[in-house]
């Protein structure tokens, strides 16, 4: 995992899009993004060391996605323009990567700039409910993820707008960063 501010050139969203201005772990802690690297080839495997998260945060339930034009079909051109449309969920938005590579861009508070965190395979990462985000292939095309949840998963995409901005989860975690600075 890597992440650096957007450098908002008009262009391929596939493309890195890299400032050069580099983003640390702690800055995106500050956000609510956790992140884990648990290596793919981890001695006893990855499964285990998923389990035990999954275990401790409470996801009980999981499948796998396979984002790609052989993964999506027909849903691919649609998929792919969904992902990177800017919204939140109701719910954290939590991925292991199997294999491949992409983007996720996340919304900075209050600066209002993109953070964009390029996830590779073995990275675990948790995007709390009510983070503007999105989501984007790079330019291998493919991405394989295991996708985490509690119950039912909440995944509905809620677009950027004046209705998310009161969006009680939106409020709480606008809150839940004033209270640690
Ligand atoms: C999502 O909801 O944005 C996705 O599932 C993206 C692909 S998983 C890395
Ligand atoms: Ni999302």
Do not use: C
């Not at 964009?116 to 990275?123: F, Q």
Request: aromatic letters at 10%.
């Amino acid at each position: 995992m890597r992440a650096y501010y957007f450098d908002n050139v008009p262009g391929d969203q596939r493309l890195p899009h890299d400032s050069q201005r580099p983003v640390s772990e702690e800055t995106l802690k500050g956000l609510g993004i956790l992140h884990w690297r648990i290596p793919i080839d981890t001695p006893g495997g990855w499964e285990p060391v998923i389990d035990d998260v999954a275990r401790e945060r409470g996801y009980k339930n999981r499948d796998t996605i396979n984002v790609s034009k052989e993964g999506l079909g027909d849903l691919y051109e649609a998929k792919l323009k969904i992902f990177f449309e800017e919204h939140m969920h109701e719910d954290e938005e939590i991925r292991y990567i199997l294999s491949g590579a992409g983007f996720f861009d996340i919304r900075e508070h209050p600066s209002d700039e993109w953070i964009r965190v390029n996830i590779l395979a073995g990275d675990l990462l948790v995007v709390p409910a009510g983070v503007y985000h999105r989501f984007t292939l790079d330019e291998s095309n493919k991405i394989q993820a295991l996708r985490l949840f509690k119950e039912e998963p909440k995944w509905t995409p809620h677009v950027r707008g004046v209705e998310t901005e009161a969006n009680p989860f939106r409020v709480e975690y606008v809150n839940s960063l004033k209270s640690v600075s």
